[in-house]
């Protein structure tokens, strides 16, 4: 991933909302806050994206648009459910990668660690 465009996000602060010009860069979660999240845009064709955990002990969470899901193996996906890494179980490098798949919502490719769906 080092060849990627990589950019540091802070959710301490507020939630960080991505656009086409996050496109293919790794999304590198510095601080991470129990009620924060990354949120995707709403389903484009040629979109990816990848978050990733920067610092072992913090909680990241993926939430797609309202009428989108994240599905993946054993993973059918639930419209606007967050995808959550738990600080419990997260390590510093764990990461998600995400790509449009249909008008349903995002497919998860490639993942490292304990990622759950919001219940």
Same mark, same amino acid.
């Given at each position: ?5 990589? *950019? ?7 939630? &960080?909302? +991505? ?9 590198? /979660?510095? /601080? ?5 999240? /990354?949120? +995707?845009?709403? /389903?484009?064709?040629?979109? *990816?994206?990848?978050v990733r ?21 054993? +993973?059918?996906g639930t419209?606007? &459910?967050?995808?959550? +890494? ?32 919001? *219940?």
């Amino acid at each position: 991933m080092r060849d990627l465009a990589w *950019e540091d996000v802070t959710l301490a602060g507020g939630s &960080k909302t +991505l656009d086409a010009n996050d496109i293919g860069k790794v999304m590198n /979660v510095t /601080v991470g806050h129990k009620t924060n999240v /990354v949120t +995707l845009p709403a /389903v484009a064709a040629a979109t *990816e994206f990848i978050v990733r955990c920067a610092t072992t002990g913090q909680r990241v969470a993926v939430s797609p648009n309202a009428s989108d899901k994240i599905m993946g193996a054993d +993973l059918d996906g639930t419209d606007d &459910k967050d995808y959550i +890494l738990a600080a419990e179980t997260s390590r510093a490098g764990d990461y998600i990668r995400l790509v449009y798949y249909s008008a349903d919502g995002w497919r998860i490719m490639q993942r490292r660690g304990i990622w759950v769906s919001e *219940e």
